[in-house]
């Protein structure tokens, strides 16, 4: 599969607590991007961090990318209950850019 | 500024009835892209749109579906003949896209739940 995978799958943690979830990937990157997608609604872009980048932060959000591990994280610090929802990784390579979707964390925050 | 909007939000076709689904891209953006997801799945892309041309389909399957992005009026995914196996959640995104080709972020839409009977 060319897919980005995250893991854990699911994620349930206790409002305050950070979260980390992971995506790995088979081939070279262009762009990795993070998603957000609440219950029965659209996508929403979270960050996008490119090849040539190995950290980016934006308010609560820090992602990071290890081109040589090809793998990237997701981290959310002090984690609230809206912070509930899934998460999805999303990479495009090559000529194409057209992201690639992992199956997604769904994570849940505890109040 | 409006965003990326779908409709209907939600849809139910019985088995052998036709569904049509509508973006509107945000307004600007000429590239339009059309995703399923299927319940605890992540989005599968089905076809990717520029006005009047249809730029990669290739994940759009080759009987009973069918994509247009006319030059005035919205994005229709059209799936013709329905079966059950077509009920999942279709999303639309849009880009302003790029003649250099770079990446640009996509904008999604609330989606389009379809339901066959």
């Known amino acids: 599969s060319q897919q980005g995978e995250e893991d854990p799958q699911a994620l349930s943690i206790q409002e305050g607590e950070n979260a980390t979830m992971n995506c790995s990937y088979k081939t070279s990157i262009n762009n990795l991007q993070w998603y957000r997608q609440n219950s029965g609604r659209g996508l929403v872009h979270l960050i996008l961090?490119?090849?040539?980048?190995r950290e980016k932060h934006s308010g609560r959000l820090r992602v990071t990318l290890d081109t040589s591990k090809k793998s990237s994280s997701l981290l959310i610090t002090a984690s609230r209950a809206a912070d509930t929802a899934s998460y999805f990784c999303?990479?495009?390579?090559?000529?194409?850019?057209?992201?690639?979707f992992g199956r997604g964390t769904s994570l849940i925050v505890h109040p | 500024n409006a965003g990326v909007m779908q409709n209907p939000r939600h849809l139910v076709r019985r088995r052998g009835q036709e569904a049509r689904l509508r973006c509107s891209p945000m307004k600007g953006h000429s590239h339009v892209y059309w995703y399923r997801q299927l319940p605890e799945e992540g989005l599968k892309f089905m076809v990717y749109?520029?006005?009047?041309?249809?730029?990669?389909e290739s994940g759009m399957p080759k009987e009973r579906f069918s994509a247009e992005f006319p030059k005035e009026g919205p994005s229709i995914l059209r799936i013709q003949q329905v079966v059950r196996g077509d009920s999942a959640a279709y999303f639309c995104a849009s880009s302003p896209g790029s003649a250099g080709g770079l990446h640009n972020e996509q904008f999604f839409g609330p989606g389009t739940r379809l339901t066959v009977l």
């Open positions: 961090i490119r090849s040539n980048e």
């Open positions: 999303a990479r495009d390579s090559g000529g194409s850019y057209i992201p690639t």
């Open positions: 749109l520029q006005k009047e041309n249809i730029i990669d």
